[in-house]
């Protein structure tokens, strides 16, 4: 029989737009503040948009961290958590679902990533060890220091270069590690730090070949390979998309490939995994498991709720699966961090390029470039575009970089960046839009932003807490 309008239908050219695959079901009303208010607000803040009221922001892509919205099937699953000091049915669906998606099978469930992040440093690292890293991560390298460790930066080069299209920003040098290993031992490297889709260089993959050659030589030397796998799902996204082998694969198998070039990960559940709170340790190895958890009764929970109530894991366990269901999901959520960032690109405004995978990451460096690094650019080109339109992004440069533990001098990283992070299925195009006029303008208008000093510089991770008063 003919088919009445397939046939016909057949051989158009028309390419689609790509749509979010939800549609909304709950809001939460937002507010537009006034400029005077705004600028009391952020003097108020000390010019730290981590220390703004949520009240006072409009649209909040301070972070990607916890800010998802959830679905009805999670909301359903928080009635059903099962809240069971011990033994929990969401515990075993959790530890399900990060089998089936990830591929670990010895689970640790903490209250988030940096908790993950701490045991893991705890078990592994000993005085005066060298933990290599494709660039650092805030918390990361802080409980990697914490544990006597020293983190060494093995990322390539193209990595901190802001301008370069490489489109594997996230790989490991091999060389650099090679030397690394031939300078110190092997036995002084516990495990490497693997991160997908580095947030620190602007959300940038790794390829699949680079995981694979690197966890190839790091177990021809004993090392083991520790993913910190927070960000994988836009990971496995731009290898279907960059990586030709892989361009007819699901999302679902790449995740599960790059976890098989790794021994464990930390996840923050807070991001890919679609939940507010929450993440996990995972290993393959039941001895180091049983260290983990050890620790993990003493500083969290019990091995099977560490730091998540029931319906927490719940969600967590429908998210995971969530995420990978269907590779619309991710095509949708790249693809609004791309839609920002190819609008702020067409307007000539700096960008880390390739446009990334959580954010769209603004060139303070170059945006302001009469401000010296010591002044911190990047923290007062975010603090202007919240006074200009209430939009909320954060410092990722000398502030977040911290200072060096020996010399007591400023770390000076390469990159001066704002974040412009997207939490997923939160935000529409509209406020997409709304956002790049934003920063159109600020940028437009940079000359009248000043520098910023110190009025209260925390020991550690000082970005969170720090304050600041504007110079002159
Ligand atoms: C790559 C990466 N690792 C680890 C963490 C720490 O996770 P959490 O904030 O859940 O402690 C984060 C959080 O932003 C992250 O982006």
């Known amino acids: 029989m003919r088919q009445w309008y397939g046939v016909r239908a057949k051989g158009s050219r028309m390419t689609r737009s790509w749509a979010e695959p939800w549609k909304i079901k709950v809001v939460e009303p937002i507010r537009m503040t006034t400029k005077q208010e705004r600028i009391a607000a952020i003097a108020e803040a000390g010019y730290n948009t981590f220390l703004l009221r949520s009240e006072d922001v409009y649209i909040d892509l301070l972070t990607d961290s916890g800010t998802s919205a959830m679905s009805d099937q999670q909301w359903a699953g928080m009635m059903i958590g099962d809240e069971a000091y011990a033994g929990a049915k969401s515990y075993y669906n959790l530890v399900g679902a990060v089998e089936d998606v990830y591929g670990y099978e010895e689970l640790i469930p903490t209250h988030q990533g940096r908790a993950a992040e701490h045991i893991l440093s705890q078990i592994l690292i000993k005085d005066g060890d060298y933990v290599p890293g494709n660039m ?6 802080f409980h990697q220091e914490y544990a006597g460790g020293k983190f060494v930066d093995v990322i390539i080069d193209e990595a901190h270069d802001p301008t ?35 947030n620190m260089a602007g ?24 993913l910190d796998a927070t960000r994988t799902v836009d990971n496995a996204w731009f290898i279907k ?31 890919d995994n679609l939940v507010n709170i929450g993440g996990f340790l995972a290993l393959r ?25 029931g319906r927490d894991m719940e969600a967590l366990a429908r998210g995971i699966r969530e995420m990978v269901e269907t590779d ?21 405004v700096p960008i880390i390029r390739p446009v990334g995978g959580h954010g769209v990451f603004l060139n303070a460096k170059a945006i302001l470039p009469h401000i010296p690094h010591d002044e911190f650019p990047a923290q007062a080109l975010a603090a202007a575009l919240y006074v200009e339109s209430g939009v909320r992004g954060m410092e990722r440069g000398i502030v977040s970089a911290g200072r060096n533990k020996v010399t007591g001098n400023h770390n000076y990283p390469k990159l001066e960046l704002v974040r412009l992070t997207i939490p997923r299925r939160v935000y529409t195009q509209a406020h997409m839009d709304v956002t790049a006029e934003s920063v159109i303008e600020v940028v437009e208008n940079s000359a009248a932003v000043g520098g910023l000093r110190f009025t209260y510089e925390p020991e550690s991770l000082r970005f969170f807490q720090a304050r600041f008063e504007p110079i002159g």
Do not use: W
């Open 136 to 141: 650092y991560f805030t918390t990361t390298r």
């Open 164 to 198: 370069s299209l490489h489109p594997f920003k996230g790989n490991i040098d091999l060389d650099k590690l090679r030397k690394l290993i031939d300078e110190v031992g092997a036995d002084k490297i516990p495990y490497i730090s693997v991160e997908s889709n580095v």
């Open 203 to 226: 959300g940038q993959p790794v390829s699949m070949a680079n995981l694979k050659a690197t966890y190839e030589l790091c177990h021809q030397h004993g090392i083991l390979v520790m």
């Open 241 to 271: 998309q960059r990586e030709e082998v892989y361009a007819d694969k699901s999302i679902a198998e790449i995740m599960r490939e790059i976890c098989d070039y790794s021994d464990g990960a930390t996840v923050s559940s807070k991001k």
């Open 285 to 309: 190895d039941p001895e180091l498991a049983k260290q983990a958890r050890a620790l993990l009764v003493a500083f969290e929970g019990l091995h099977t709720y560490g730091g998540m109530s």
């Open 328 to 348: 619309d999901h991710v095509r949708a959520r790249v693809g609004q961090v791309e839609y920002l960032g190819n609008k702020l690109v067409e307007a000539g």
